[in-house]
């Protein structure tokens, strides 16, 4: 099989070696007899690859499971925006969000259903062409939250913000989780969809700080309540267990070859590859992103200057090899998205494609 470069944000691309072996699991488990389809979730394989992923997700976040939980949900990283306030913004608290795109949008619409929402910062004036320069989270919020990279904007926290000791702070990093260095000990809970860059979809990944349980109001529903699922040992029902079957794989798959700091070089070796070639053409490319440090190395997203331009360069893209250079339907232009899994080879064949193009 001819593999595509595969630039889509997500579901997006896998390492060939974790899809061969969840092929082969998807017909037999080890030597069990059983495809992985088939196998209980409260029996002992599936315990074995549920325990497993856990674990390799804790040590490669750097986190004790004395301290945090770990949760595979279902509902994606949007039921989180709603699951979220649910658990910890009492009505008459106040939650604090960072708003630096759409993502940020759709967590505070939700977060509103529950209690009072203020910004402590945000970067719309400039359509979120950069992270906002400045901001105030205050003392006694009910929790600061923020998302560490925007998938859409291409704009990505490379520092974290500091919150008033005392207030829970809150991450959505659905799209750069394990792909940049980070200190996760500062949050209070961490979610990602994993379709982006730790697996399929079908789960999300939820890591929360055991302290915060005691918040939980026991009135709502059992299925969304932090409480229960910590109380069930994260079993409370039928998991997504093939997607956690895939999200194990792909964690071992990071760990062999050299975990996060080995991964987040190669990162940035692709981003800038692509973000030099872009920069040589100011009058060809215009890239989002107007702070450069602001720049996500996840997701590259950038126009170019004549959009009369655009279909040509997209079906040359894709006569190389290359799929899924579409921007997000919501601001156009382009978006080469650069996970974990995503070659280097194809972030230079996109580069080498930018001077091409750019020439013509
Ligand atoms: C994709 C994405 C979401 C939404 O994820 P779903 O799993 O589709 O619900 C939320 N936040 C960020 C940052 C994302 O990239």
Redesign the pocket.
């Known amino acids: 099989m001819k593999r595509i470069y595969n630039f889509n ?2 579901p997006a691309v896998l390492p060939v070696e974790v899809l061969e072996e969840a092929s082969r699991g998807v017909l037999e488990l080890g030597k069990s007899g059983v495809s992985v389809l088939e196998i209980g979730h409260r029996g002992k394989d599936y315990e074995a690859i549920h325990t497993e992923a856990r674990e390799r997700l804790l040590r490669l976040m750097e986190l004790s499971a004395e301290e945090y939980e770990v949760f595979f949900l279902g ?7 709603a699951m979220v306030p649910m658990n910890f913004l009492p009505a008459n608290g106040t939650a604090e969000f960072l708003h630096t795109g759409e ?1 940020s949008t ?2 505070m619409a939700e977060a509103r259903r529950f209690g009072g929402v203020r910004m402590a910062g945000a970067s719309e004036a400039t359509r979120f062409d950069r992270l906002p320069s400045e901001w105030k989270f205050t003392r006694g919020a009910s929790y600061a939250h923020i ?6 904007e291409g704009t990505q926290w490379k520092a974290i913000p500091e919150v008033p000791a005392g207030v829970p702070f809150f991450a ?4 750069d989780i394990l792909g940049v260095k980070r200190d996760y000990s500062k949050f209070d809970l961490i979610y990602a ?1 994993a ?2 860059n730790l697996g399929p ?1 079908g789960a ?1 990944v939820v890591v929360l700080r055991k302290s915060m349980l005691a918040r939980v109001p026991s009135t709502i529903p059992s299925i969304w309540s932090f409480a229960t699922h910590a109380k069930a040992g994260a079993l409370y029902n039928t998991p997504p267990v093939f997607a956690v079957y895939v999200l194990g794989l792909n964690l071992k798959w990071l760990e062999s070859v050299g975990g996060v700091s080995a991964i987040v070089e190669k990162n940035e070796r692709k981003a800038a590859l692509v973000y030099e070639a872009l920069d040589e053409f100011p009058g060809v490319y215009d890239p989002t992103v107007k702070v450069k440090e602001d720049r996500s190395t996840m997701n590259i997203t950038f126009r170019l200057l004549d959009a009369n331009r655009e279909a040509d360069f997209l079906g040359g893209s894709r006569a190389l090899g290359m799929d899924g250079l579409q921007g997000h339907r919501s601001v156009g232009g382009f978006r080469a998205s650069l996970y974990n899994a995503f070659p280097e080879e194809g972030a230079q064949v996109l580069a080498d494609y930018l001077r091409r193009f750019a020439g013509r």
């Open positions: 944000s997500g509902g994606g990283a949007s039921m989180q925006f993502w759709k967590a998302t560490t990279n925007n998938t859409i959505d990093a659905s799209s969809g379709q982006k979809a999300t």
